[in-house]
């Protein structure tokens, strides 16, 4: 059953330095207030894992957390670059980072195959582009059926997986609703999971479509108001596109973000 | 009948936006893809499907999205689906009818790079974003359209990364690789359309947009362009289409 925790607290015991965590959601309840309490709390050696590695993750890259990324798409949505991201590639800066670069399907799958408790996916994907001659986790797969080449991609199984949720109760049952991304997977391929969510209640009202996450498959769950924000969370707020703009000059520049991180720390 | 003023960009969004017929799935992009898509929607494709890589299928946004995710295309499509269904049971078995991309860099031979831009992938000179939804869109979609700007930095005898497949070194390289869509079979820049060669595979200039002439697509374009034998006008923008666009713009501010 899901222990209800404070941020603080959760962050503390589930995320260790050099361990491989996700923090995932496409767009929409992205983690994070999580994240910038990974930066506080001054991890650091961590493998990132996400699809998506958008504001948050130039942050955590940018204080120096991480040592590896795990992704395929990196970028400010509808803004453009993640300039910590680009210093830490391109220039080591504050410190090298690796990267394992994948496409959409090849992660979607690789969570998929953590979840299902299996070693590897089978996708039809990547034949002829270069990401497979610099992907160590990118192999060709022979079909023992009908002989078709296609690709193997190994699963993925993160220590600990974070995500944002609308709501738990006090069991930790968690509600999710509107654009799910890939994070129910996420959650179910890690060992362990911390969900920050919007608000717990004291009994979940029955809401049609709403992804549940059991309390049984959840680790901890941690109350979080505005936990999503830049990003947004369908029913409690929108997202705030005026920010990610904003991002752009922050990240641009070392010293802008250090300002910033220095704020963020205190 | 005087023909309205207009601006090379809305040029380019509204010869994209006329590719797409009615009742056709597309896979849109963010950017220049969305915009062209939205607005054929909005005009002569009513009944266009639209699906998002973040899981909105047949979204019908009253604006222009900033991002794939945007709250307002979960709110209007038919569903909403998880991104592993997206790929797996949408776009691999080959159910979408045209992927519409946008690109950093592209080709003779329509392969597309959003990776990086230099030789040496370990320390490149410019690192992009990545590959996002697109090589699997090049790959199974049963067209793919590319949408950018015309440019010799964009435009270059051979992509130093490719993300995206599309026809490898000439026609024939699809097939033997096992790719089930007919990959790039039309480009559309701010100044002409190009489509792969019958034959060869190779982008050949078919259409100029008003205006411009074959020498400025060629000072533009990083390889010696071909010229197809019967190269045509792209007709001008109708007012009604201009329209079209600049509300889907207003709305999208």
Redo the contacts between chains.
């Keep these: 059953m899901a222990e209800i925790v404070s941020l603080a607290d959760g962050v503390a015991r589930l995320v260790h330095d050099g361990d491989t965590v996700a923090l995932e959601g496409?767009?929409?309840l992205i983690p994070v207030a999580a994240g910038q309490e990974i930066i506080r709390q001054g991890r650091r050696g961590l493998t990132l894992v996400r699809?998506?590695p958008d504001i948050v993750y130039d942050q955590l890259i940018g204080a120096g957390c991480a040592s590896k990324l795990i992704?395929?798409?990196?970028?400010n949505?509808?803004v453009g670059?993640?300039h910590r991201?680009?210093d830490a590639?391109?220039h080591g800066w504050p410190v090298p980072l690796e990267i394992e670069?994948?496409?959409?399907?090849g992660m979607?799958?690789r969570?998929?195959a953590g979840a299902s408790g299996l070693p590897f996916a089978v996708?039809?994907?990547?034949?002829?582009?270069?990401?497979a001659k610099?992907t160590a986790t990118i192999k060709p797969i022979t079909c023992p059926f009908t002989g078709?080449?296609l690709t193997a991609v190994p699963a993925l199984n993160p220590d600990v997986t974070i995500v944002h949720a609308q709501r738990a109760d006090r069991e930790g049952n968690v509600q999710l609703w509107?654009?799910?991304?890939?994070q129910?997977?996420a959650v179910l391929a890690a060992k362990r999971s911390l969900v920050t969510v919007e608000e717990v209640v004291d009994e979940l009202e029955p809401r049609p479509?709403a992804l549940v996450l059991p309390s049984w498959a959840v680790t901890a769950v941690a109350e979080v108001p505005s936990g999503a924000k830049p990003s947004?969370a369908?029913g409690y707020y929108?997202?705030d596109?005026a920010a990610?703009q904003a991002w752009d000059a922050v990240s641009r520049d070392r010293e802008e973000f250090g300002k910033w991180l220095a704020e963020v720390a205190a | 009948m005087s023909s309205p003023e207009y601006s090379t960009d809305e040029m380019m969004s509204i010869a994209a936006a006329r590719a797409l017929d009615d009742g056709m799935s597309c896979f849109v992009g963010i950017g220049l893809p969305s915009t062209a898509a939205n607005l054929a929607r909005r005009s002569h494709a009513p009944n266009l499907k639209l699906i998002y890589e973040s899981g909105c299928l047949g979204a019908k946004p009253s604006r222009l999205p900033l991002s794939i995710g945007d709250g307002e295309l979960a709110e209007t499509a038919d569903a909403v689906i998880s991104v592993p269904e997206v790929f797996n049971y949408w776009l691999q078995p080959g159910r979408i009818d045209v992927g519409f991309l946008g690109a950093a860099q592209l080709d003779k031979f329509g392969n597309i790079n959003t990776t990086v831009i230099g030789s040496d992938y370990a320390d490149p000179k410019v690192r992009l974003p990545g590959a996002g939804g697109a090589p699997e869109i090049a790959a199974s979609c049963r067209e793919v359209f590319v949408v950018l700007r015309q440019s010799k930095r964009a435009f270059v005898e051979k992509v130093d990364f490719v993300t995206s497949f599309g026809h490898g070194s000439g026609r024939g390289d699809r097939e033997r690789l096992g790719l089930p869509g007919a990959g790039p079979t039309l480009v559309v820049t701010d100044l002409g359309l190009m489509r792969p060669d019958p034959g060869t595979a190779e982008l050949t200039l078919t259409h100029l947009h008003p205006g411009v002439e074959v020498e400025q697509v060629r000072e533009a374009t990083g390889w010696a362009l071909k010229v197809a034998d019967d190269l045509r006008r792209t007709p001008e923008p109708t007012e009604a289409e201009l329209s079209g666009l600049r509300e889907l713009k207003k709305a999208g501010e």
Excluded: C
Aim: charged share 15%; hydrophobic share 30%; net charge negative.
């Design positions: 496409f767009t929409h699809m998506t992704f395929s798409w990196g970028g949505p509808g670059s993640l991201f680009r590639v391109q670069e994948h496409s959409h399907a979607a799958n969570y998929v996708l039809r994907g990547y034949s002829g582009t270069d990401l610099h078709e080449q509107g654009i799910a991304g890939v129910k997977e479509g947004y369908a929108d997202r596109n990610y």
